[in-house]
Nanobody, 118 residues
Framework: EVKLVESGGGLVQPGGSLTLSCVASGFTFSSYAMSWVRQAPGKGLEWVSAINSGGGSTTDADSVKGRFTISRDNAKNTLYLQMNSLKPEDTAVYYC???????????WGQGTQVTVSS
């Protein structure tokens, strides 16, 4: 059974930092690209960042470029999202997702809430 379990969310002040983690199980983690996707209150899903299976190639949405860094540790079956210089508009539920193709996903975690507020 494929499982993706996110953690690390919370309440942070604007300008602060958080690191999200996603522990994967039930599949060969090192063989698949992974992404972070978020959903702000009352809005649709927004892709945030992606990383290839080996971790050597990443891409980021313009809205987070230069502030967020996606990474992975294949030995620990864990995906990370380092978030710096957080803004109120980063408030959302953040999901990690296993990519099926470059533009689709087949498994999602339960999400972790990130709230940026003073």
């Amino acid at each position: 059974e494929v499982k993706l379990v996110e953690s690390g969310g919370g309440l942070v002040q604007p300008g602060g930092s958080l690191t999200l983690s996603c522990v994967a199980s039930g599949f060969t983690f090192s063989s698949y690209a992974m992404s972070w996707v978020r959903q702000a209150p009352g809005k649709g899903l927004e892709w945030v960042s992606a990383i290839n299976s080996g971790g050597g190639s990443t891409t980021d949405a313009d809205s987070v470029k230069g502030r967020f860094t996606i990474s992975r540790d294949n030995a620990k079956n864990t995906l990370y999202l380092q978030m710096n210089s957080l803004k109120p508009e980063d408030t959302a539920v953040y999901y990690c997702a296993k990519q099926r193709t470059s533009v689709s996903y087949d498994y999602w975690g339960q999400g972790t809430q990130v709230t940026v507020s003073s």
